[in-house]
Nanobody, 124 residues
């Protein structure tokens, strides 16, 4: 059974930072690319960042590049998302996702497993 469990998000002031993590179980973690997505109320789920199975390649949403860092620790079966200089428009439910391929992707449809999501709220 594939399981992805995100850490608890939280409330942060604008300009602050927050780190999310997502633990995976049930398969060779390094064989699968991981992604972070987010969904704000009334909006479609959107790509945030992704990382290849080995961790050697990363992708970021153009609008978020420079404020985010995605990383992974394959020994701990965990992927991380460090978010800096947060803005109120970053408020959303953040999801981690796993793709049954070591190559990362931006499209939600290319991911096979999803976490339950974690709320991140940025106050102005």
């Amino acid at each position: 059974q594939v399981q992805l469990v995100e850490s608890v998000g939280g409330l942060v002031q604008a300009g602050g930072s927050l780190s999310l993590s997502c633990g995976a179980s049930g398969r060779p973690f390094s064989s699968y690319a991981m992604g972070w997505f987010r969904q704000a109320p009334g909006k479609e789920r959107e790509f945030v960042a992704a990382i290849s199975g080995s961790g050697s390649s990363t992708r970021y949403a153009d609008s978020l590049k420079g404020r985010l860092t995605i990383s992974r620790d394959n020994a701990k079966n965990t992927v991380y998302l460090q978010m800096n200089s947060l803005k109120p428009e970053d408020t959303a439910v953040y999801y981690c996702a796993e793709r049954k391929s070591p190559i990362s992707a931006r499209d939600t449809q290319r991911y096979d497993y999803w976490g339950q999501g974690t709320q991140v709220t940025v106050s102005s």
